[in-house]
């Protein structure tokens, strides 16, 4: 029985070596972000946390973006295992509409060197705000007595 137990915990030690990779690792706590609704010309700025869970730096090379009115900014500097940084991706409101929009990142990660960012949402104008409104006196004459 005990040479049962030392063969079973050397073959599930091999397993759990065999899962874990060498290298730079990147895992977000989300790829998607939904806004919701957002104001015309509001803020359209989300910031998507990452970690290097693997167990060398991980380098970042230029996020692309589905088109111009959506921005990435990342980090330039290699992150270090266990570190955690983000990536800011700012949307352009000026635009009324729904927007389905992503940002593609690329780096050093062994098991996934392409990592896709979606952000979704719709913007709206900005209600206008209602003048009061004189009730109508139709018919009420003053009377002279």
Known sequence: VFILVIVFTAVTANAQDAEKVNGPEMTFQKTTHDYGTI??????TYNFEFTNTGNEPLILSKPRSSCGCTVPEWPKEPILPGE????KVTYNTHKAGPFNKTVTVYSNAKSKSTVLLRIKGKVEAKPAEA???KKNSAGATPINK
Do not use: Q, V
């Not at 104001?39 to 359209?44: I, Q, R």
């Open 131 to 133: 003048l009061p409104e």
């Open 84 to 87: 955690t940084n983000k990536i």
């Open 39 to 44: 104001e015309l010309n509001g803020d359209g």
